[in-house]
């Protein structure tokens, strides 16, 4: 079956500019986590969705990063204002169930100039 | 404070060999270790976990060990074959604490199998 998928696979953008990020979970995944992978380091957690509720935000940075799953599959990533820090590579996983294996989608990079 | 180290960026080793892993965690409420493996412009896929109840999970070609003492795990792989060449990620989460969705990973290790 299909895995995960994350659209686009490339942002470039320039500082001060807002950017969705999507992701399309395995069908019949009730838990969706975003992480960031920046250069030269491990995915680090960004958030956690059971359903379409947010049960962990403890990872995103500040409030610029702003997430949403509002029917309990596709899930969007928002970074508002971005800056040049905020360039990596956002991956999207999802699970059968919470504890469950995560799979991981191909990840956006996003560039900030 | 990077509480998953993987110390080693990158390990080569010939086809045929062993390849050995290693990652240390300081978190002492980490109880579930996961290894990740991770091709480029792919994301991480699952490869192993063990549970801390556990000293060593083995699957095929692939053996985790964990030293919960020492706080250290690593990873076997043997035979190694070029398609082993990736990057592997360490990872870990705190399952009885109710975190066992959070992983935390370590910086990853480039494995180059040569053959």
């Known amino acids: 079956g299909a895995g995960v998928s994350q659209t686009p696979s490339n942002k470039v953008t320039e500082k001060g500019k807002y950017v969705e990020l999507r992701c399309d979970p395995i069908s019949g995944h009730t838990a969706l986590y975003w992480y960031r992978q920046s250069l030269g380091q491990g995915p680090e957690f960004l958030i956690y969705f059971q359903g379409t509720g947010a049960a962990d935000d403890s990872g995103l940075p500040n409030d610029r990063f702003f997430a949403v799953r509002p029917e309990g599959s596709v899930s969007t990533l928002k970074i508002q204002r971005t800056e040049r820090g905020d360039s990596a590579v956002y991956l999207c996983a999802s699970s059968q169930d919470t504890g469950d294996e995560q799979y991981f989608g191909p990840g956006t990079r996003l560039t900030v100039t | 404070d990077q509480q998953v180290k993987q110390n080693s960026p990158s390990l080569s080793v010939q086809e045929g060999r062993i390849s050995i892993l290693n990652c240390d965690y300081t978190?002492?409420?980490?109880?579930?270790f996961l290894w990740y493996k991770k091709y480029p412009a792919e994301g991480p896929t699952f490869l192993i976990s063990i549970s801390s109840i556990k000293d060593k999970n083995e699957d095929g070609r692939f053996t985790v060990f964990l030293n919960k003492s020492a706080k250290h795990l690593s990873l076997h792989i043997v035979p190694s074959q070029p398609g082993d060449s990736a990057v592997y990620f360490c990872a870990a989460s705190d399952v009885s604490g109710g975190s066992n969705y959070k992983l935390t990973f370590g910086k990853g290790t480039l494995l180059t199998v040569n053959p």
């Open positions: 978190n002492s409420m980490f109880d579930y």
